[in-house]
């Protein structure tokens, strides 16, 4: 069973950053692909971003790309999420969860193990 846990959500002006934490424990981080994914109220959950087991391969929806960084680091069990030029409408609940190989990384269902979220919101 691994547990996860997000930090460093927040209230930010457009155009500010982020850094987004996920806290891996109970299980063996490395053997996890790692994805974030955020909805806003109102909405469905969607994919923002995704890294592989080594770190080595990354993954963006269209409209982060250019803006948002995802990386790990395996030695600290922990998986993070640079935001940067945000804008209002990226305002949402953050969540970053872990799944095994096999399947979409962007689809929600192929992971096993989600973080409750932390709150980004970004003002005009």
């Known amino acids: 069973q691994v547990q996860l846990v997000e930090s460093g959500g927040g209230l930010v002006q457009a155009g500010g950053s982020l850094r987004l934490s996920c806290a891996a424990s109970?299980?063996?981080?490395?053997?996890?692909?790692m994805g974030w994914f955020r909805q806003a109220p109102g909405k469905a959950r969607e994919f923002v971003a995704y890294v592989s087991m080594s770190g080595g391969t990354s993954a963006y929806t269209d409209s982060v790309k250019g803006r948002f960084t995802v990386s790990r680091d395996n030695a600290k069990n922990t998986v993070f999420l640079q935001m940067n030029s945000l804008k209002p409408e990226d305002t949402a609940v953050y969540s970053c969860?872990?799944?095994?190989?096999?399947?979409?990384?962007?689809?929600?269902?192929?992971?096993?193990?989600w973080g409750q979220g932390t709150q980004v919101t970004v003002s005009s």
């Open positions: 969860a872990a799944r095994y190989s096999g399947g979409s990384y962007s689809i929600a269902g192929n992971y096993v193990y």
């Open positions: 109970g299980g063996t981080f490395s053997r996890y692909g």
